[in-house]
Each structure stands twice: as C-alpha cells, then as structure tokens.
C-alpha cells in the first residue's frame, strides 16, 4: 500500500472519483441512494487507508473492498432491481440469497467506523489518530468481530501514523484539508444513518 500522491493545489479528496457529496440521495423515495455512485464513493474512500500509510490497513481496505465487489456482483447479475441500495437489498433477499445484502452490512460498518474516527479526529486537535480509530473501532466493527479478527484490526489501529504525518499527506494547504474533509464526512454520516436505519427494517433481514 503506497501513499496516495496528491497533485499540487489539491486535496486527497479532490481527486477521488466519486465522493460521497455527490452520491444522490432521494429524498422523495425513501431516502434511495444510488448503487453506482456510492459503489465508487467507497471505493474511493479507500484510498484514506493508503493515507495512513501501514501494511497493516491492508485487511482493513481489502475488507471494505471485498464488500463492494458483492454489492457490486449482484448489481451486475440484476440491473433493473438495483438501481438503489435499497432496491437490491429488498429484490435480492426476494431471491432468497443475501450475499449482496449482508456484505452492505459489512460495507456500512467499515464506513460507519471510517466516519466516526476521521470525524473525532478532526474535532480533537489533542487527539492522536491511534485513540480516534482505537475508539471508532470498540463502537463498530469489534462488537461483530470474532476472536481470529480482532487482533488483525487492532494490529491496525496500533499502526496509525501521528497526526502531524497523516493530515500533510491528505493536501497541502491545510485549511483546504480540513474544509473538504468536514463537508466530505458529514455526506458520508448522512449516508451511513440512512442505511443503517434502513437496515434495522424487517424488509432488509434474512
């Protein structure tokens, strides 16, 4: 995992392919969110692992990765019931089969415990990166989590750069960093909550 290079004036952020700013959202429809962007979206978010700068993030990435490309399977194997995350979770367990549906689980915890640390973090100048995903992760992904996993992503919580090394690597001016990485972060809490109220609804168990 090498550092992502960020071209000079921009942000990490700004060079993402899909960010979840632009992720649709419909408001009108249950709140649907669009397969195809958020798909990219988190794929994109990724890249922040590369960031952080440890080999031991790889499971973490590969993780989150694997979970796409199940969410990503599914849309491919029926297009027409998956236009939104919604609508292929509810088509798919129709189906009887819930792969798709439960690597969205997964996929919204990872990103839930991305949020919640990054989101810390920034708010806490004090704090170091170690403690905010140390923190995010006993909230998210460790209560799911069996004995075997546990010490590969605490391995990874431990292996977290100081924050005067992460924040550079994100941008250069930043001011920039900070401004992006805030609105960027409460588009992807936003997102996060919808799917995860989505997700305690009978219609999206198996």
């Not at 009887?96 to 915890?109: D, F, I, M, P, Q």
């Not at 805030?182 to 999206?204: H, N, P």
Request: glycine letters at 4%.
């Amino acid at each position: 995992m090498s550092a992502p290079v960020v071209p000079e004036g921009a942000t990490l952020i700004s060079t993402f392919k899909r960010s979840f700013v632009d992720v649709p959202v419909d408001a009108d429809n249950d709140n649907a969110i669009s397969t195809t962007e958020f798909l990219e979206a988190a794929e994109s978010l990724t890249t922040m692992f590369d960031a952080l700068g440890s080999i031991a993030f790889s499971p973490v990435k590969s993780d989150m990765l694997g979970n796409v490309k199940k969410i990503r399977d599914r849309q491919l194997a029926a297009p027409a019931d998956s236009e939104t995350l919604q609508a292929l979770v509810i088509n798919e367990l129709k189906s009887k089969s819930h792969k798709a549906t439960e690597g969205l689980v997964w996929l919204v915890r990872g990103l839930d415990f991305t949020c919640i640390a990054l989101s810390k973090n920034l708010g806490s100048a004090s704090e170091e990166l170690a403690e905010s995903f140390r923190n995010a992760y006993g909230a998210t992904l460790k209560p799911h989590h069996g004995i075997l996993v546990k010490p590969v992503f605490s391995a990874a919580m431990s292996a977290c750069p100081y924050r005067k090394d992460f924040y550079p690597k994100l941008g250069a001016d930043q001011t920039a960093v900070t401004t992006e990485l805030t609105t960027y972060l409460k588009s992807l809490e936003k997102i996060v909550a919808i799917l995860k109220g989505f997700q305690d609804r009978k219609e999206a168990k198996w």
